[in-house]
């Protein structure tokens, strides 16, 4: 199995500044076709996670742009350039590429 | 647009089977796979498998198979779970989602106790 290995667990951040959440797996995410399948999704407390981030980078519809996603072959990073209330719960990875995988989650609280 | 409505809560005895729906509708049923998911309280996802709501065919995490059995019904656009052999470690929420993660269901709480 691919593990994915998120840091932080947690993460305590002020509203208006930044955030940064990595995960690495432990095999290259490349996939036969070039593409790199994956995703960063949100589960907001009581809630379904919903997809923020598909293809390492490409946000999903009706997502602001203050998210980004990048990375390469094992290492990925979500940046949120500005948290807003809004964002607060866990955040977690997730790969396509191989049999589908989590990251363990990292819970966004705001200071 | 497109929703998945899982089947309502499961409250089951230990060794009993219990069997959630996950019905779609906004999109053609079969142009996208369907997952299934489990979390437990207070913990992350865990990837169970996935069906391959045109052929039928599936792709299970080794811990899950002999627990988990995934079918569909195109003529309803509704994928199943059976989960058998039930104990108390089975208790959790359990998500169904289209294959890509764009799409989740809101959730099947399942009780096991005795």
């Known amino acids: 199995d691919v593990v994915m290995t998120q840091t932080p667990v947690s993460l305590s951040v002020a509203i208006g500044q930044p955030a940064s959440i990595s995960c690495k797996s432990s095999q290259s995410l490349v996939g036969t076709s070039g593409k790199t399948y994956l995703n960063w999704l949100l589960q907001r407390p009581g809630q379904s996670p919903k997809r923020l981030i598909y293809?390492?980078?490409k946000l999903d519809s009706g997502i602001p742009d203050r998210f980004s996603g990048s990375g390469s072959e094992t290492d990925f990073t979500l940046k949120i350039s500005r948290v807003e209330a809004d964002d607060l719960g866990v955040y977690y990875c997730l790969q396509g590429t191989h049999f589908p995988t989590f990251g363990a989650g990292t819970k966004l609280e705001l200071k | 647009q497109v929703q998945l409505q899982q089947s309502g809560a499961e409250l089951a005895k230990p060794g009993s089977s219990v069997k959630i729906s996950c019905k779609a509708s906004g999109y053609t049923f079969t142009s996208y796979y369907i997952s299934w998911i489990k979390q437990t309280t207070g913990q992350g996802l865990e990837y169970i498998g996935y069906i391959n709501t045109g052929s039928g065919g599936t792709n299970y995490n080794e811990k899950f198979k002999g627990k988990a059995t995934l079918t569909v019904d195109k003529s309803s656009s509704t994928a199943f779970m059976q989960l058998s052999s039930l104990t108390p470690d089975d208790s959790a929420v359990y998500y169904c989602?289209?294959?890509?993660?764009?799409?989740w269901g809101q959730g099947t709480l399942v009780t096991v106790s005795s």
């Open positions: 293809l390492v980078s």
């Open positions: 989602a289209v294959t890509t993660g764009a799409y």
